[in-house]
C-alpha cells in the first residue's frame, strides 16, 4: 500500500513562496503519475498541478500558470510543488496522490488518483 506524505505548508503572506514535498515511504514513487491537489472550505478539489512518472509531462491549473512549477526527484522518492507569487486564493489543504495509471496525469482530476496523503494546510494572509 503506498502511503504519501505531504510537508512545507504554513502561513505566508501574498506575494511569498511556499515549497511542497510529497514523499513516499516504503514503496517507490517510479512507476506513478503525482498529482497535486487543493480544496478550501466551501469549495470543491480543484487539481493544482499533476506530473507524468518520468517528469517530462506536466500540467498546470490555468490559475497557477506561471507561478508553481512541479517536479519530481525519483532517486529521493519525492515530488515537489514549488508556489511562488502566492495570492489570498491560493489558500486551501493541499493534498498529494498518486496512480499507476501514468496518463491520468494530462486531465488532472482527482477521482482518478488511487492513493492520498494526508493534506497540508497552506495559508495566505497578511
Known amino acids: 500500500q503506498l502511503q504519501l506524505v505531504e510537508s512545507g505548508g504554513g502561513l505566508v503572506q501574498p506575494g511569498g513562496s511556499l515549497r511542497l514535498s510529497c514523499h513516499a515511504s516504503?514503496?517507490?514513487?517510479?512507476?506513478?503519475?503525482i498529482g497535486w491537489f487543493r480544496q478550501a472550505p466551501g469549495k470543491e478539489r480543484e487539481g493544482v498541478s499533476c506530473?507524468?512518472?518520468?517528469?517530462?509531462?506536466?500540467v498546470y491549473a490555468d490559475s497557477v500558470k506561471g507561478r508553481f512549477t512541479i517536479s519530481r526527484d525519483n532517486s529521493n522518492n519525492t515530488v515537489t510543488l514549488r508556489m511562488n507569487n502566492l495570492i489570498p486564493e491560493d489558500t486551501a489543504v493541499y493534498y498529494c496522490?498518486?496512480?499507476?495509471?501514468?496518463?491520468?496525469?494530462?486531465?488532472?482530476?482527482?477521482?482518478?488518483?488511487?492513493?492520498w496523503g494526508q493534506g497540508t494546510q497552506v495559508t495566505v494572509s497578511s
Open positions: 516504503r514503496s517507490t514513487l517510479d512507476y506513478y503519475a
Open positions: 496522490a498518486a496512480d499507476l495509471t501514468d496518463v491520468v496525469f494530462r486531465r488532472c482530476v482527482g477521482e482518478e488518483y488511487d492513493y
Open positions: 506530473i507524468n512518472s518520468s517528469g517530462a509531462g506536466t
